[in-house]
């Protein structure tokens, strides 16, 4: 079986691209009349503001939000930020303490030709910062467990918004300040922060939701702006408690009727490529803003995003086609169905989770790896490309192993930093050196208690061929999987090595030091120390060029490696089938998969 590798062209199907002039401005747009796309999710659209824990639980929100939103920024399918000047700007004023000036372009707009502006920025600060919610709010006695929303009984004398908490804002603790022109807002953040360019962006609008909260009519958007900024700035807590009330539920979709589109048309408002015009049991549609004026104008006209959470329905949507793009889990049994209909491709990518081996440097179940030489000698029977037979390359034929504890297959700077930090050192086992190191260290017979999740066959079978090899060289690997898994990383005295996956890009900038710091908290849960990479985790988290990125990350690489930290194994591969319909549709490594550049999606060009 051979699957399309990601380069592979698309085939051509003809639709003629035809500008025309927005009524709404002067903005030529290139959308196609006619044109649609429909594209499966496996998870409902539930919400319009998927920045709440109810809008979180589901993927398939952010996903639509990326296109109905603004944002200074986005980042594409090799892990690059890529600056979106037009909507706006993003810029560091002051290093001590940190501020970072936010402007909105001029030109920036919701559907309802209202400007975005500082007023939805200061709101957004509001929303996901946490800091004007009432000090010691526990609001889990006030969700329905069968519905993850919040119930009737939910207090009215307390201002707590459920927003992205984590996202950096968390750390700007000083009510921003607002630019005289309206369009800027100041943020002064505590400590640095590795995210600011991406921590702030406009979700909801700020005159709707004065308009929702109060119930006043108001003459015109501004009036309600005006009064909105005076309750954050003024910490007014009756007005912010309503306002938070509404932000947390009045975006949640009614799952129990059969036409979900909310009546209240200005639930829909869209400062993105794309507006929401429907919402119905199947999924949602979107149609193109003829209000935005970004550079993110959209060719294709209709999107529709329909909810088919079984591999073998969403084969038949898309052999009927009712569907042109679709992912699936990467299974030999999807694949084989993916490539049985006609006029798709199907492609094989890797994803952003990673599969690694950690070492406990201290406090470990039995202490055996408290000396690097033992350490590098189990590394050296671990069967990497055994694993990587066994697991992925039956269905990503061209596979490679994972080489890197920093970077990611297809980012800047990978195969440059693979090619020198000590990788090829662990590309296949080593017996004889094994054998060799737990000699010098004088250990024999080392014992090697390894916590995994019991549940998974994948970790499964990674378990039973470690122990395997290992055996050659004498370690005995015993079973410290538990259900709770999870909850027994870095716990002291709880197992010896661990295989987990990691998604260290929800980590953002910061992930190296997260896991790899001496100090960190968060996630070194390998008690591993290094004030090197103390200090080089710290100057990645400050840079923003991609090569001092790359540069910097490769020299961390080299420092575990040396240390004999742990291995990287794999990254996680995924399925994406395309119609020869579509073009310019790459899936993303990172959480918006395929939506990322779905403004660039065009009508395959006729053969020849």
Not at 281 to 303: C, H, K, Q, S
Not at 494 to 510: E, N
Request: glycine fraction near 8%.
């Amino acid at each position: 079986m051979m699957l399309h590798p990601p380069t592979m062209a698309l085939r051509m199907a003809g639709a003629a691209v035809v500008a025309v002039l927005l009524l709404s401005g002067c903005t030529t747009s290139t959308v196609v009349e006619g044109s649609e796309v429909g594209v499966a999710v496996s998870e409902p659209f539930t919400s319009l503001n998927p920045a709440t824990s109810f809008g979180r639980s589901s993927a398939t929100n952010a996903d639509v939000a990326s296109l109905t939103g603004g944002a200074f920024g986005y980042f594409d399918d090799a892990y690059r930020f890529v600056e979106d000047h037009s909507f706006g700007t993003a810029e560091i004023v002051a290093e001590d303490p940190l501020t970072v000036r936010y402007q909105v372009a001029a030109d920036a707009r919701w559907s309802d030709g209202t400007p975005v502006d500082a007023a939805d920025l200061l709101l957004a600060w509001a929303a996901d910062s946490g800091v004007l919610n009432t000090p010691d709010f526990d609001d889990t006695d006030f969700i329905d467990p069968e519905t993850g929303r919040y119930t009737d009984e939910f207090p009215e004398d307390v201002v707590f918004f459920d927003g992205r908490i984590g996202g950096g804002l968390e750390h700007a603790t000083q009510t921003p300040q607002l630019g005289d022109d309206g369009r800027t807002l100041f943020v002064h953040f505590d400590e640095y922060v590795a995210t600011w360019q991406t921590a702030l962006a406009p979700g909801i609008p700020t005159h709707v939701l004065q308009v929702l909260a109060t119930g006043r009519d108001y003459e015109d958007a501004d009036s309600a702006k005006d009064d909105l900024v005076a309750a954050i700035v003024d910490r007014d807590a009756s007005t912010l408690g309503a306002l938070a009330r509404t932000w947390n539920d009045a975006y949640n979709i009614d799952e129990t009727a059969g036409d979900r589109t909310p009546d209240d048309a200005t639930l829909l408002l869209s400062a993105g490529p794309y507006v929401i015009t429907a919402i119905d049991v199947e999924g949602v549609t979107l149609d193109a803003n003829p209000e935005y004026r970004g550079d993110r104008r959209p060719t294709i006209e209709t999107i529709r995003v329909r909810f088919s959470p079984e591999p073998f329905e969403t084969v038949r949507l898309l052999t009927e086609g009712e569907i042109d793009i679709a992912t699936a889990p990467p299974t030999e049994e999807n694949a084989s169905a993916f490539l049985a209909v006609e006029g798709v491709s199907v492609v094989a990518g890797t994803d952003s989770r990673v599969e690694h081996l950690d070492l406990q440097f201290a406090d470990s179940r039995t202490g055996v790896f408290t000396d690097p030489l033992v350490r590098e000698a189990f590394l050296r029977v671990v069967p990497r490309q055994q694993i990587l037979d066994a697991l992925v390359t039956p269905v990503q034929p061209d596979a490679v192993l994972l080489d890197s504890f920093v970077l990611r297959p297809g980012a800047d700077g990978y195969a440059e930093a693979i090619s020198d930090n000590g990788s090829a050192e662990y590309v296949a086992t080593a017996v004889d050196e094994a054998i060799d190191l737990l000699a010098e260290a004088g250990v024999t017979a080392p014992t090697v208690c390894l916590l995994f999740d019991p549940a998974s066959e994948d970790r499964q079978e990674e378990f039973a061929l470690i122990r395997e090899s290992a055996a050659r060289a004498g370690f005995t690997v015993t079973d410290c999987s538990s259900s709770d898994w999870k909850g027994l990383l870095g716990v002291a005295g709880a197992y010896d090595a661990a295989l987990f996956a990691w998604d260290t890009t929800r980590l953002g900038p910061g992930a190296a030091g997260a896991i790899f710091r001496s100090d960190s908290a968060l996630a070194n849960f390998t008690r591993y120390s290094n004030p090197d990479v103390d200090t080089l985790v710290d100057l990645l988290t400050r840079a923003t060029d991609p090569g001092e990125q790359a540069r910097l990350s490769a020299e961390i690489d080299t420092h575990l490696f040396e240390d004999a930290y742990g291995l990287p194994l794999y990254a996680y591969p995924t399925l994406t089938a395309i119609s020869a319909d579509i073009q310019n549709v790459t899936r993303s490594p990172l959480a918006r998969g395929v939506f990322w550049n779905a403004w660039e999606w065009a009508p395959a060009e006729p053969a020849g």
